[in-house]
């Protein structure tokens, strides 16, 4: 997308005395049309009117020049022809209109209507409408410039607003007063992305400190253990120290590779999509999960839900989300999984009899880096990512991962669902 960046206020202006300019014109065209009409029609029923009086005046016996001075006047002039041929009277020279009317007395009388007056009338006003369309014109521009100025003065304030926060100032906004007219919706939607943008540097800094927290642990623990492997002398105090550090090692593999698998989350996972059974994802889950911790009941029930999807992410997510629920329960525990369906979805839930997540933390589970109290122990290795990648490969499936309550009320239930294929 290239956005036109041309002066909206030389636009607006413009615009504004384009429209005036018209609606000027079209007046003053207007108005010279109509006062032209208008005389034309004045200057008929002058005329008409004057044959009436001179049809009066002939049966009151007014006769030859007496009668055309008294029907002519400064707009009209008469010419009279008697019967017996005598003209009294003459026609004005240029334009002119003309009405004819034969008297009682035989004799024939035209009025002529003057219409050089009414031009040069009719130029004047002309003359006049347009100096005042010009001096309108002028009016409108220089009162334009000042309101398009004043109109667009919050644009500057979102401007000098946006160059302060990009110079390094953090927590202003626009706050407008009004977000039902268009500069406040835009203002609004201004301050919405300026929220989201902190919101996500904020929670961007808070992930970036917590996971380096994280790993700073198990580095100091690498660290420690080759300080003492290296000082150790005993054959059986180096092999509990070799043990340590795979340990130690492999619980920091285990945080970097949760951390790229986010990243990779972030910017858009790339999913190989073949048909891929819910039912028997779970029954392989199932059987990991029983070699990792023989004490545990692990029972999978349901019917095939077979969906569109990468079987190596899907694996992921019910992986993390049984080793969620193994480090929840404990020793003699008991996680369920349970596949079902749908006309619109495949439906998988993963139950555990723990100490339960509590309704007010059953999104924020979902979080990066969370752990409750009841279900998580630093101790067993967990860093509190699992479920958010859970949620984010289910997601980039068109799925949704969520906490829901257990049907027994007792424990967890963790739900995906997902469209079927």
Partial sequence: MRLRTVSLRRRVTLAALGV?????????????????????????QVMAEKARVAQQLAKQRVRGQELVNR???????????????????????GTRREVAQELPNGAVITFYGDTSVLTEAQSRLRRLLLLTALAALVVTALALVGVVRRALAPLDEMTGLARSIAAGGRGARLAPARTDTELGRTAAAFDDMLDSLEGSEARTR???????????????????????????????ERERLNLLLVREARRAGRLVDDLL????????????????????????????????????????????????GDPERLAQVLANLCD???????????????????????????????????????????????????????????????????RGVVRAHGGELSCVPPDDGRGAAFRVVLPPA
């Fill in 20 to 44: 005036v300019a018209a609606v000027l014109v079209g007046l003053v065209i207007g108005v010279d049309a109509l006062f032209a009409t208008q005389s034309q029609h004045d200057l008929d």
């Fill in 71 to 93: 029907l002519e006047n400064r707009g009209v002039r008469v010419r009279l022809v008697t019967a017996d041929g005598q003209s009294y009277g003459r026609a004005p020279e």
């Fill in 206 to 236: 808070r992930f970036v400190a917590d996971a380096a927290h994280e790993l700073r642990t198990p580095v100091a623990g690498v660290r420690a253990v080759a300080e003492a492997l290296v000082h150790s002398s005993g054959v059986e």
């Fill in 261 to 308: 698998d986010l990243a990779r989350i972030d910017a858009g996972l790339r999913l190989r999509r073949e048909p891929v059974d819910l039912l028997e994802l779970a029954e392989a889950e199932a059987a990991r999960t029983r070699v990792l911790a023989p004490w545990l009941d692990v029972a999978v029930s349901g019917t095939p839900a077979v969906v569109s």
């Fill in 324 to 390: 969620n629920a193994r480090q929840a329960v404990g020793p003699s525990g008991r996680v369920r999984l349970t596949t079902s369906t749908s006309a619109t979805s495949a439906v998988l839930v993963v139950t555990d009899d723990g100490p339960g997540v509590p309704e007010a933390e059953r999104e924020r589970v979902f979080d990066r880096l969370v752990r409750l109290d009841e279900a998580r122990d630093r101790r067993r290795g967990g860093a509190g990512l699992g479920l958010s990648i859970a």
